[in-house]
């Protein structure tokens, strides 16, 4: 089944957010793309969405508050909307054919892991197109698939999982009831097997290859 695009007009009822739906103008050329995608200004006020987009919203993937999209917490927003800037500034100097993208990874407001992609409309245009690529389903089948595809021990593995749920080294020892030093070994050989330079990148790493 196509997925078909929606404007989404915002009001306050009963102190929550609401919306209405009506026919999309601008994102009709990508009706039947299959995974949320959102047209926004660059104050990250929604444009228009594409029903996969409506049902993020619905599910708590992204946040909708007075028709202005937020992200898990104030520091997400702050960096989000600072890609928003760089976007513009890179647009000055990108060719028509090289428009610039951002790409991340973010635990959500419904605190999973997603992907996403963030790119301008188009040369000319003020606006933004933000795509969620996938969420993060970290299912035994799939760790179990990274562990064989890096030779992971299984302490290795258990640190890949509090790694995913949000965890930093120090967090980690707490939770495993091992010591910092312990966690900061299993660490530095996870790096040496994955080919990769820290933490953040393993993660990077991790998650891609989880979705």
């Not at 196509?2 to 404007?7: A, F, K, M, N, P």
């Not at 928003?84 to 990108?94: D, G, I, P």
């Not at 035994?140 to 749920?165: G, P, R, W």
Request: a neutral charge; charged letters at 20%.
């Amino acid at each position: 089944m196509g997925t078909e695009l929606t404007l989404a007009l915002n009001d306050q009822r009963h102190g929550l957010n609401s919306y209405t739906l009506a026919p999309s103008i601008k994102l009709a050329s990508l009706k039947y793309f299959p995974q949320p995608i959102f047209l926004l200004d660059r104050e990250m006020n929604l444009i228009e969405t594409n029903s996969q987009g409506t049902t993020a919203i619905d599910k708590h993937w992204v946040g909708l508050r007075l028709g202005k999209m937020h992200f898990n917490n104030r520091e997400h927003n702050k960096q989000i909307a600072a890609m928003v800037e760089s976007l513009f500034a890179e647009r000055e100097t990108a060719s028509l054919l090289d428009m610039p993208c951002k790409r991340f990874i973010l635990r959500n407001v419904d605190m999973e892991f997603r992907a996403y992609t963030m790119s301008m409309e188009s040369p000319e245009s003020d606006n933004i197109l933000l795509f969620i690529q996938g969420d993060l389903n970290c299912s035994e089948s799939k760790l179990q698939s990274l562990a064989n595809a890096f030779s992971l021990s299984v302490s290795e593995i258990k640190i890949v999982k509090l790694m995913v749920d949000g965890l930093k080294p120090k967090e980690i020892a707490y939770e495993a009831g091992i010591s910092l030093n312990t966690v900061r070994s299993h660490l530095r050989t996870l790096y040496a097997k994955m080919q990769v330079s820290g933490y953040n990148e393993a993660l990077t790493a991790i998650i891609k290859l989880l979705i």
